[in-house]
C-alpha cells in the first residue's frame, strides 16, 4: 500500500544508522524528512546528501528529522556517513521494505540495460504522521531548499 498525500502512513519499521529504530510513532509531534536516493557515494546522491547536511541545523529549527533511505547495508552507510560528516541517520533498506512501500522502485536503463533502481524521492510527514509533502524523480539541483520550505510552512500551519 503505497501512502496517500494527507493521509496517515501504515505502521512500519525501519533500521539506521546510529542504532536508530525509526517507526512512524517513535516520531509523533515531529516533521520527518524521509528522503530516497539510489545508491551511497554516487555523484548525485552525494550532492544531494551534502545538500541535507548543509542545511540540517535549519530543518532542525523548524521542528524536522531528515532520514536518508536507500538499499545499501548498514557498514556501506555508516562510510558514507562518515566520509561526508552527515549529522542525520541513514536507513539501511535492504529488503526494499520501505522503497516499495512508498513506490520509488522502478525499473531503469543503466548502460543499455534494464535494471531495478531507486527513483530518487523525497516525502514529508507531519507530526500526526500524516504524508504531506512528496516529490518524486527529482533533480538534485534546488530541491533541498524546496523540501526546507515546505518544512517551515507546516511548522507555520501547526
Known sequence: MTPALNKPLPEFEALATGGVKYTPQAYAGQTVVLYFYPKDNTPGCTTEAMQFRDRHKDFVKAGAVVFGVSRDNMASHDKFKANLDLPFELIADTEEKLCHM????????MYGKKVKGIERSTFVIDGDGILRHEWRGIKVAGHVEEVLKAVKALKKAA
Open 102 to 109: 512508498f513506490g520509488v522502485v522502478k525499473n531503469k536503463i
